[in-house]
């Protein structure tokens, strides 16, 4: 998949104003990229849940009948962050994990547009003109509350009067029985089809961001990933941290979470792995960098390691808004400064605690470990 800022393809010889976007005859400048004609659709994509995996789908075959590029456009910041950051919903995925996924789900082109004030400025037709002239959209996939424009006025029937072709995916939802927790998914029409259906023993949701971030802050991992279709993972570079942790014999891996704060928060059972630089998970990664005998407990998936995960502001340090996810591993002993690691979320313990001083933190810390290492035996028991 290629990654295009979008500032890098509408620099000259074209230009977009407040009201309208332009080519610049004038210009001598004929470096652009040039992309390839695209069916498009655009949004947040924040989680890549199944109502994304839908769209994407979509695009993926329109591309393929028309013989054109899968292409997807997205927001950072999203438009939230810049309005209110610390008011803003905490992100499922940063960037770099959106780019994976929305490669791994087949999109050939992704463009990543700064959500500034200029952009925000555009006016509908401007935006369109962006689409048409310099993105070479043929078509659009978008869902049915997409909106666009510094006035909103832009939606799927300007676009369709503009010229271009659009289709409207319906809502996503999913329909789950109580009785057995069987779960399987449609689409709906409108909001009326997102509400319980007559049988008070089955309803209907809107598979949404939204509700993947409640099911994470309420520890219910299960139900998170049904609607995301994978496990939950957090990747993330090992940075320098404060050292408290390994002055209570438990040392931590603090990795670098790149987002204003995290979906989830407390402790939590994880396993990790070791990823290289196109972010392959590297066979036996951590294994390979541990101190002779000390190297680790295995994790529930290959090649990975178990920890046990804080993700909070640590209450008991009293170190503010400070996010942090840190990883304890168990018998193990390596450097693992500037590596790229992936955590996946496997079970939730409970939501962080205060604890009066660090004597106390740390028989707190022990206890989380030895419930957390017993829990993963129980998964590995016959």
């Known amino acids: 998949m290629n990654t295009y800022f979008l500032e890098q393809l509408i620099a000259p010889p074209f230009i977009i104003l407040a009201d309208k976007a332009v080519n610049s005859a004038d210009s001598k400048d004929n470096s652009l990229t040039e992309l390839a004609p695209c069916v498009l659709t655009i949004g947040n994509f924040d989680g890549v849940h199944l109502g994304h995996q839908a769209m994407l789908a979509k695009v993926r075959a329109l591309a393929d009948e028309r013989q054109l590029s899968a292409a997807v456009m997205i927001f950072e910041p999203q438009p939230r962050e810049f309005f209110a950051p610390q008011k803003a919903p905490a992100r499922l995925t940063n960037l770099a994990e959106k780019q994976a996924l929305l490669a791994e789900y087949g999109v050939d082109t992704l463009i990543v547009a700064s959500f500034d004030s200029d952009f925000r400025a555009l006016s509908a037709t401007a935006f369109a003109d962006l689409l048409a002239l310099r993105l070479k959209v043929k078509a659009l996939v978008l869902g049915d509350d997409f909106r666009f424009g510094h006035d909103r006025t832009g939606d799927s029937q300007f676009l369709q009067n503009y010229g271009l072709q659009v289709t409207d995916l319906h809502t996503i939802t999913d329909k789950v029985s109580t009785n057995n927790q069987a779960a399987d998914f449609d689409t709906a029409k409108n909001d009326s089809a997102n509400k319980a259906t007559a049988d008070d023993n089955n309803e209907s949701t809107r598979i949404s961001s939204t509700r993947v971030r409640d099911l994470l802050l309420a520890g219910n991992i299960e139900q998170a990933n049904r609607l995301l279709g994978r496990d939950y993972t957090i990747m993330g570079t090992v940075v320098s941290g404060d050292k408290i942790g390994r002055t ?76 942090r996810l840190e990883v304890h591993f168990p018998n193990f002993k390596a450097d693992l400064y500037n590596e790229t690691l992936q955590v996946r979320f496997l079970h939730y313990l409970h939501g962080e605690r205060h604890y009066d001083g660090l004597e106390a933190l740390k028989k707190g810390i022990h206890q989380d470990v030895a419930d957390l290492l017993a829990w993963r035996e129980e998964q590995l028991a016959p």
């Open 248 to 323: 209570m014999d438990f040392p931590t891996a603090n990795i670098d979470l790149n987002r204003i704060k995290p979906a989830l928060h407390g402790i939590f059972a994880v396993d990790v792995v070791r990823l290289n630089k196109q972010g392959e998970v590297i066979i036996n990664g951590l294994s390979a960098l541990a101190a002779e005998g000390q190297t680790g407990v295995p994790g529930l998936r290959a090649h990975s390691l178990f920890g046990t995960a804080s993700v909070g502001i640590r209450p008991s340090v009293n170190k503010g808004d400070n996010w």
